[in-house]
């Protein structure tokens, strides 16, 4: 992700992540454009490295009558020193401002990126060794270190990557505290990706499995990884005393839908003679010639060689899915005093996974979760708060027969503290696990969250 045309990268957690739908309670990365300047400017910087990367960065932006700009550009050739490690990096994107009166703004953002570089091997430990009663914990054995610029994965294996962000909102400050706001944008990302792996624990033995003393190089490649999201926002903010406390109010409501269209990945397998000699690649479908064995590619780790490549597969999707994020939130941050904020959210969502291929409804819940928190300031310099929140957790699995739960609800407590001297800020953080979960299941084609 280019943060050449990011103003600033956020963490957010508690009630403000909660705002943005029905997600974990670790919260979400929020990127902010950079916005259009009110003086003209232009900034231009180079940059590169010893390894022979070079590239340009544009940054210009000013003010014209009603309509504000800010365009960024990169032209990059990247190369981290590591062999074959090369590619191209491009990232066009503008924001615009347009104000027609005082009390309404709308704003346009947009950015497209593009990326293809050559995927380093990895290392990856699938042999490990076993317990056993005396040893219920056996060390892996780390291999010895090798040159940083070696690369053991094909020079072929690239990673492209394209995606385009579009994003409209308009604003109106219909009085002097309050304003409604109303946003719409969609996100698109492609993908082909060779990736791979070497087991530096499980070093041939057997030549008629390929040469001895070089490594399994797992090589798999994902002709089509697509995603698109879609967000639509409506919300009303503003500020009201009530008995000598202050409220900053956030009402609305949002859909964020998310799409996957993503294709298998195939492996790459390689064919060996009875005496450890590549005689050439395949796909598991591929026929095995005469007097050849199909074995996982072999790799030397220190002195690697090149691995055939094969012509692409043809992409076929996998699990095609959507999810539609439905919700309704109201969030209140009270000022009870100098020292003291408190802060509440409730948000009503209304959740649904479901196959793009079949149009069957996968997951489904109705949830109301909560969060609130509070906010101590002893003195000007250091921040205690504390937040609750409850969010939906997928469980990272392969899929499960119709009973078994893929899904679960989570209720998080957090504690942090932040201290500023000088200038400078530190921060404590705790966070306890989980205070409990409840498993959502799927009884048959609906779903519904317990607890």
């Not at 932006?61 to 309509?67: E, H, R």
């Not at 008629?208 to 967000?231: C, M, R, W």
């Not at 406390?245 to 790459?268: P, V, Y």
Request: glycine share 8%; aromatic share 8%; charged share 20%.
């Amino acid at each position: 992700m280019p943060l050449e045309d990011k103003e600033r990268v956020e963490a957010l957690k508690g009630a403000s992540a909660l705002y943005y739908g029905f997600t974990t309670p670790s919260g979400i990365i929020n990127l902010t454009m950079k916005r259009p300047t009110l003086d003209p400017m232009l900034a231009i910087k180079l940059f590169g490295n010893s390894h022979g990367r070079k590239g340009v960065h544009v940054d210009f932006g000013g003010t014209t009558g009603i309509l504000g700009y800010r365009i960024n550009g990169v032209y990059d050739r990247p190369d981290s020193g590591i062999d074959n490690h090369r590619g191209r990096r491009t990232v066009l994107a503008g924001s615009f401002d347009i104000k027609p009166t005082d009390t309404l703004t709308i704003q346009l953002d947009g950015e497209h990126i593009y990326k293809k570089v050559n995927e380093p091997g990895i290392y990856r430990f699938i042999s490990v060794p076993a317990a056993t009663p005396t040893n219920l914990n056996p060390a892996i054995r780390i291999p010895d270190l090798i040159d940083p610029s070696t690369n053991f994965g094909p020079d072929w294996a690239y990673n492209r990557t394209e995606a385009t962000n579009v994003l409209g909102k308009a604003i109106w400050k219909f009085s002097p505290a309050w304003e409604i706001i109303a946003s719409a944008g969609v996100s698109q990302l492609e993908r082909a990706r060779h990736f791979n792996t070497i087991d530096p624990n499980a070093p041939v033995t057997n030549p008629a499995t390929g040469p001895v003393g070089e490594f399994p190089l797992s090589i798999s490649y994902q002709p089509v990884a697509k995603y698109k999201n879609q967000n639509y926002r409506v919300e009303i903010a503003g500020a009201i005393d009530t008995f000598g406390i202050e409220h900053e109010l956030l009402i609305g409501g949002s859909i964020n839908i998310r799409a996957n269209r993503s294709s298998a990945s195939t492996a790459q397998t390689c064919f060996y003679n009875a005496t450890g000699v590549l005689l050439g690649a395949g796909f598991p479908t591929t026929p095995v010639p005469a007097g050849a064995t199909r074995q996982t590619c072999r790799q030397s780790i220190t002195n690697p060689h090149a691995i055939p490549q094969l012509g692409e597969p043809l992409p076929v999707q996998n699990n095609p899915t959507e999810i539609t994020d439905k919700g309704l939130f109201l969030f209140d941050r009270m000022k009870i005093t100098e020292w003291l904020q408190v802060l509440g959210g409730i948000r009503i969502s209304d959740y649904q996974e479901k196959r793009l291929d079949t149009g069957v409804k996968t997951f489904a819940a109705k949830p109301t979760s909560l969060s609130f928190g509070a906010v101590v300031k002893p003195v000007e310099s250091v921040s205690i708060y504390g937040t609750y929140i409850e969010g939906l957790e997928s469980t990272p699995a392969a899929r499960r027969p119709r009973s078994t739960p893929t899904n679960s609800c989570r209720r998080a407590l957090r504690r942090n503290m932040k201290v500023a001297s000088s200038g400078n800020r530190g921060a404590v953080s705790s966070s306890r696990p989980p205070i409990s979960t409840s498993r959502a299941i799927r009884p048959s084609s609906t779903a519904r969250t317990a607890g």
